[in-house]
């Protein structure tokens, strides 16, 4: 309570009103696999776009033990109506010593790539800069430096002992000062760094511009290469230009590997990565399921992350390529969840790196199908909302499925769980399943069980408030407002059955809910019961013979 110690009017704050529930976003997604080039190990950056991914990540080209499925799924992603993407980069033991080098002529330094594997195979140039350099590097630098004064008429100075004099050098000498550097990475991304400096004094110092750890996190995500001292002694201007030759010069770096296929180890800890990170939603690793030797240990990974405590988390997983009826039915059978979906065939595209005239490309390629589905959870839930079930829903990107179920075969795969990938004439490719991989009845439906993440994550960030208030009747009566008012609006947005919300939901906390025990112990207990919407899997028509007197 206040203190009142002198008369005066007193005017204070308070709210007559319940606290509110925001509903919590249910399409943030997390991608786990490997990628040509980009960081790993720790908390991953949100993406948006497939260009964000291609910044960081590389673009689509293959791996060097085979298709670049996890890049070509983001691109899947996107394409289907997802918005939000964490990628975990899995590096492999062998790329991981696979950082590409350049030595700089004999000096011990080198250029070497911030990232491992083949994307750090690329060039670096340096040459002589066309843009002026900066009012500061022209006052620090040294004598005998030489730069550019001009943007429209490049004309090079040199710093002598009386000043700066116009000079048109065939090589220039001493401490270059206003220098170009030119980067392009095996993934094939370019880059530029105008006004750079050999000398540490330099304002845009070369060790600084291309550090092996930069300060910003935008320039640690994206700079590919760094340039790397050895010995304590920063190397200074001469020293580097002696190394350098004559420019322009060009550092091919090497060394950069993919190694092998990734195992289920590496997968595991970079799904470790994404813990962390509260918002994500829907987790899955593509194309993990064509590695022969980690396929089976990276599905019950992610179903193993999807189920901890708290993570309100579904997980996308994919069958074997090519995989037989039977085969995938055993494929299924190996696993229970409720927290997971299998989908079923692989998804034919056509491949975004064919070229005309070039038949090394193929023009087609098969995709694990939890890609698309990930986008495709996404786009539903904007769209229609994560009580919708996320069947019936085109497939944009397919040419094709890698198999074509018809209708009796989904009859055996369907009551195991498996959600299929059909096309049907004059509607194209859809996805016509929407089961979780749970032998539990209860939770059948893959919408029920994001429904409930759903619900329980939105209790669970809304309620936060109430821990460590005095647990009364107040507290009480807030609560039942507070939970009420939620699950009244999912009613009139339709995800609760019911003509009226008496019968969609229930909440009760009061004595009923609390013994004695509970209240010595501080425990708040509040019990809620909704009627969520279950999807009409079986649409049924009655139709009988009727004659044509019979009366109504």
Request: aromatic share 10%; glycine share 10%; with cysteine.
């Amino acid at each position: 309570m206040p203190e009142y110690l002198a008369p005066a009017v007193y005017v204070e704050e308070t709210s007559f009103r319940a606290k509110s529930i925001e509903g919590v976003s249910t399409s943030t997604t997390g991608f786990v696999g490997p990628t040509l080039t980009g960081p790993s190990g720790g908390t991953p950056e949100l993406l948006t776009s497939f260009a964000d991914f291609e910044r960081v990540y590389g673009g689509l080209d293959p791996l060097s033990y085979g298709t670049n499925y996890l890049a070509h799924s983001v691109r899947a992603y996107f394409n289907e109506g997802g918005s939000r993407l964490y990628v975990s980069r899995v590096v492999t033991t062998a790329a991981n010593a696979g950082f590409a080098a350049a030595a700089i002529g004999s000096s011990g330094h080198s250029f070497v790539s911030r990232f491992p594997g083949r994307g750090g195979n690329g060039t670096i140039t340096l040459s002589a800069s066309q843009r002026p350099a900066s009012p500061l590097a022209l006052d620090r630098a040294p004598a005998g430096s030489v730069f550019v004064t001009d943007d429209t008429t490049p004309v090079t100075h040199v710093k002598g002992a009386s000043g700066w004099a116009p000079t048109l050098p065939t090589t220039p000498a001493g401490n270059l000062v206003s220098l170009s550097i030119r980067t392009r990475d095996g993934a094939g991304r370019e880059a530029t760094y105008e006004d750079v400096g050999l000398d540490p004094l330099h304002p845009r110092w070369i060790g600084n511009v291309l550090s092996e750890t930069p300060t910003r996190q935008s320039e640690a995500l994206q700079r590919q290469f760094a340039i790397h001292f050895t010995g304590t002694t920063l190397p200074g201007g001469g020293d580097l230009k002696s190394a350098l030759g004559s420019l322009p010069a060009t550092f091919t770096l090497a060394g950069g590997l993919d190694g092998d296929a990734p195992t289920t180890g590496q997968y595991e800890a970079a799904l470790e990565a994404l813990t962390g990170i509260e918002d994500i939603s829907i987790i899955a690793a593509p194309g993990s399921s064509s590695y022969s030797g980690a396929a089976a240990g990276v599905r019950n990974a992610l179903i193993i992350a999807a189920e901890k405590r708290r993570a309100y988390r579904v997980a996308v997983l994919d069958t074997p390529p090519g995989q037989s009826l039977g085969q995938a039915r055993d494929w299924r059978g190996q696993i229970d969840s409720k927290y997971a979906a299998l989908y079923y065939p692989w998804v034919v595209v056509a491949n975004p790196l064919a070229r005309a005239g070039d038949d090394s490309i193929p023009k087609e390629i098969s995709l694990p199908p939890s890609g698309f589905l990930s986008g495709i959870y996404a786009r539903n839930d904007v769209q229609r909302g994560v009580f919708k079930a996320p069947a019936n829903e085109v497939v944009n990107s397919a040419l094709r499925f890698e198999a074509d179920i018809h209708f009796a075969q989904q009859e055996v795969l369907n009551p195991l769980g498996i959600n299929c990938l059909r096309f049907f004439p004059g509607r194209g490719y859809r996805v016509w399943g929407a089961r979780t991989a749970s032998s539990d009845p209860e939770w059948k439906y893959l919408n029920i069980r994001r429904y409930f993440n759903f619900l329980e994550r939105s209790i669970d960030v809304g309620t936060q408030w109430a821990v460590f208030e005095p647990n009364g009747e107040r507290l009480w009566a807030n609560i039942r407002e507070t939970l009420g008012s939620f699950l009244e609006t999912q009613w009139r947005s339709g995800a609760l059955l019911g003509s009226d919300p008496k019968q969609a939901f229930f909440v009760r906390c009061d004595r009923s809910t609390m013994t004695q025990d509970d209240l010595d112990n501080g425990r708040l207990i509040c019990l809620v019961g909704v009627a969520a919407v279950k999807p009409a899997e079986f649409v049924i028509f009655r139709i009988g013979q009727k004659t044509a007197d019979a009366r109504s």
